[in-house]
């Protein structure tokens, strides 16, 4: 597709700034992404075809998502900023407060996406992502990470 | 034996409530003319790749089923029942997409079950396909 229809469907990535890093494909989801998969579909959802984390309720609100990122070492914070040895995740939100969206944090501090069965984009904002497709960020995460992440 | 008798065999697989939708695709390629048979045929497809296409561009910024499966297109080929079955496994054959739900929800089945990716439950509902008779057999 071309580009700009990313920045149709969302209105703030051109002024936030972005780089396409993938082809698309619908093999993995944004949550795989951010988990740092790229093998199968991360859905709470989607019955046979997709994974969740074994012994995580397979629900897709957003208390489920942060009891499957739990799994990996994940917890809840306040704010996006950066700090050396900490790996941050952003979940995003619709108005009724379903998830939409989960993207992960860069060494750079910049922001990498796995969008639907589109690309890969880096954003060097979170609010590049804001609007009506995914809503707003309503949640961030964070784990201690080793030296060699 | 014709066409017609090897799928009244492979439906005798099927659960009784789909049997009623694929004797009726047998009954047109058995006795309607060839032309509106295949008329039937390419309206259908052309339907069905209609809404396959606006799914895609409706959806392709969303990571989770609820919001890809209940998009209008998605949920008229749902509607569209048994008839567009093969339709839906020959496009997971062509281009391999979150085509489970529907074809979980049209059949009632759903072979997939143990996957957990979807090249693996691909694979899974191209085999079921082929053993009723919904594809060809894989090319040895």
Same mark, same amino acid.
């Given at each position: 597709?071309?580009?700009?229809?990313?920045?149709?469907?969302?209105?703030?990535?051109?002024?936030?700034?972005?780089?396409?890093?993938? &082809?698309?494909?619908?093999?993995?989801?944004?949550?795989?992404?951010?988990?740092?998969?790229?093998?199968?579909?991360?859905?709470?959802?989607?019955?046979? %075809?997709?994974?969740?984390?074994?012994?995580?309720?397979?629900?897709?609100?957003?208390?489920?998502?942060?009891?499957?990122?739990?799994?990996?070492?994940?917890?809840?914070?306040?704010?996006?900023?950066?700090?050396?040895?900490?790996?941050?995740?952003?979940?995003?939100?619709?108005?009724?407060?379903?998830?939409? #969206?989960?993207?992960?944090?860069? !060494?750079?501090?910049?922001?990498?996406?796995?969008?639907?069965?589109?690309?890969?984009?880096? #954003?060097?904002?979170?609010?590049? &992502?804001? %609007?009506?497709?995914?809503?707003?960020?309503? !949640? #961030?995460?964070?784990?201690?990470?080793?030296?060699?992440? | 034996?014709?066409?017609?008798?090897?799928?009244?065999?492979?439906?005798?697989?099927?659960?009784? =409530?789909?049997?009623?939708?694929?004797?009726?695709?047998?009954?047109?390629?058995?006795?309607?003319?060839?032309?509106?048979?295949?008329?039937?045929?390419?309206? &259908?497809?052309?339907?069905?790749?209609?809404?396959?296409?606006?799914? +895609?561009?409706?959806?392709?910024?969303? =990571?989770?089923?609820?919001?890809?499966? &209940?998009?209008? $297109?998605?949920? +008229?080929?749902? %509607?569209?029942?048994?008839?567009?079955?093969?339709?839906?496994?020959?496009?997971?054959?062509?281009?391999?997409?979150?085509?489970?739900?529907?074809?979980? $929800?049209?059949?009632?089945?759903?072979?997939?079950?143990?996957?957990?990716?979807?090249?693996?439950?691909?694979?899974?509902?191209?085999?079921?396909?082929? $053993?009723?008779?919904?594809?060809?057999?894989?090319?040895?």
């Amino acid at each position: 597709m071309p580009k700009n229809d990313l920045e149709e469907s969302f209105p703030k990535l051109a002024t936030g700034g972005y780089r396409i890093t993938s &082809l698309e494909t619908s093999v993995y989801t944004c949550a795989a992404w951010a988990a740092r998969e790229t093998h199968r579909w991360w859905d709470p959802s989607s019955g046979g %075809g997709s994974y969740w984390p074994p012994g995580v309720p397979p629900t897709d609100s957003l208390a489920g998502l942060l009891a499957a990122f739990a799994t990996l070492g994940y917890e809840p914070c306040g704010d996006s900023g950066q700090e050396p040895g900490v790996e941050r995740l952003a979940i995003y939100a619709d108005g009724h407060g379903s998830p939409t #969206h989960v993207a992960r944090q860069l !060494q750079s501090g910049a922001w990498t996406s796995k969008l639907g069965t589109a690309e890969n984009i880096e #954003h060097d904002t979170l609010e590049a &992502l804001e %609007g009506p497709l995914y809503g707003k960020v309503v !949640q #961030h995460l964070r784990r201690l990470i080793g030296s060699g992440e | 034996m014709s066409n017609a008798e090897a799928i009244y065999d492979k439906v005798q697989a099927l659960p009784a =409530s789909a049997q009623a939708a694929v004797l009726r695709m047998v009954e047109l390629l058995d006795d309607a003319s060839p032309a509106r048979a295949a008329g039937e045929s390419n309206s &259908l497809a052309r339907k069905f790749q209609e809404l396959a296409e606006t799914w +895609r561009r409706e959806t392709r910024f969303f =990571s989770f089923m609820p919001q890809r499966a &209940l998009n209008p $297109a998605y949920q +008229r080929i749902i %509607g569209m029942g048994w008839v567009v079955v093969p339709l839906l496994l020959r496009e997971l054959q062509r281009q391999p997409d979150h085509w489970l739900w529907a074809l979980q $929800a049209i059949t009632g089945e759903d072979p997939a079950r143990s996957t957990d990716s979807l090249g693996a439950a691909t694979e899974a509902w191209l085999i079921w396909g082929r $053993a009723r008779g919904l594809l060809p057999d894989a090319q040895e």
